[in-house]
């Protein structure tokens, strides 16, 4: 990984002629990302970490187009996410609760290839209703994100995402 991506800043400094003889001497620090900066862990070192508090879901994405999370009628009742932190290295599991299915209970849960799983109801408390796993390690490893919505008349509907 580049240093300066790690370390967060750049420090720049130069000296600008303004006529008469006379210089001005810049400095400036260049923030190459506040997520970078803020990150807490890296890897496999983000292992149970909570990705809002440590800084890693600042730069987050989406790895694939969200799962449709849907009853046993094919009502689509919200989505599962595998989510990945760049300045992080580190995945984990997101699920969205559709607020008009009046969702009583849902979870987010993250696997990996090597018999490893971080759950967690980390709640916005907002409708729509985002829940979050922990982090686990995103290098050398595949991932999968897993969520379940059990809402009124529903049952209890599980998804879960493709490997990455």
């Known amino acids: 990984m580049d240093i300066r991506r790690r370390l967060g800043a750049l420090a720049m400094a130069a000296v600008i002629p303004v006529g008469g003889g006379t210089l001005l001497a810049v400095s400036a620090t260049l923030a190459t990302s506040t997520a970078a900066m803020a ?3 890296w890897d496999r070192g983000c292992y149970g ?5 440590s800084g890693c879901s600042a730069n987050a994405y989406t790895v694939y187009p969200a799962t449709p999370l849907k009853d046993s009628g094919g009502t689509t009742l919200g989505t599962e996410e595998l989510r990945y932190s760049t300045s992080c290295g580190a995945n984990w599991a997101r699920t969205t609760a559709y607020s008009q299915y009046n969702p009583h209970a849902s979870g987010a849960d993250i696997y990996n290839n090597i018999s490893q799983h971080q759950g967690g109801d980390y709640n916005q408390g907002n409708p729509p209703w985002l829940l979050w796993s922990f982090m686990i390690g995103g290098a050398g490893e595949s991932d999968r994100a897993c969520g379940w919505i059990t809402a009124e008349g529903s049952g209890t509907p599980t998804t879960c995402t493709n490997w990455a």
Not at 49 to 53: A, G, K, S, V, W
């Open 49 to 53: 970490i909570d990705p809002q508090t």
């Open 39 to 41: 990150a807490a862990c």
